[in-house]
């Protein structure tokens, strides 16, 4: 029985997943389109050019495409996310021979105008997003990387470890750190500005 692909929309990634496998590959266009934004937003904040995260989300596609060797998931989304994460560090690490490729910054920008547009009726908010933003920005790449994956894709602590494979547990305690650090962080920046009130 053939369905139509316009009944396939509505799949979840894994029904959908499950026909990759039998090597239906008008599914991929599906995944493609359902998942592109997000793979792209994530690409960019690994590593800010365009045109290369492009090419590597269509360099993913492509190998799902002549992939003989797929094997099950429970989670579509994170295996894009961690094939998309290895094809830029494998990319990277060729164009860039030099760069340890660990220290590629994973950053979060929001420009002044749209935290201002957020937060216009509450300068406080304003204030603190601002400090929260500086502060995220101080914390070592792999700490970011999952600060963004816990909090603003909102994927679970075991997901976030197959991504930047590690141990779940791993993948705790660098939300941990990042979450004390943060919080240590906003603490000094609090002590600070009452030391120059006070002056």
Known sequence: MIINCKDRNNWTDESLWELLLKRDIEVLEILYRRHYDLLLNYGLKIYPDKEL???CIQDLFVKLHLSRKLSNTQCVKTYLLKALRNLLVDKLSSIKET?????VSFNLTIDNSALSALFKKNDEELNLS?????AYHQLPVNQREAIYLRYIKGLP???IAEIL????QSSINLVQRALTKLRSIMQLEKI???????R
């Open 53 to 55: 995260v492009k090419d």
């Open 99 to 103: 760069e340890d490729i660990e220290k």
């Open 130 to 134: 601002k400090q929260l933003l500086k």
């Open 157 to 159: 602590y075991k997901e």
């Open 165 to 168: 494979d590690i141990a779940p």
């Open 192 to 198: 600070i500005l009452i030391f120059l009130i006070a």
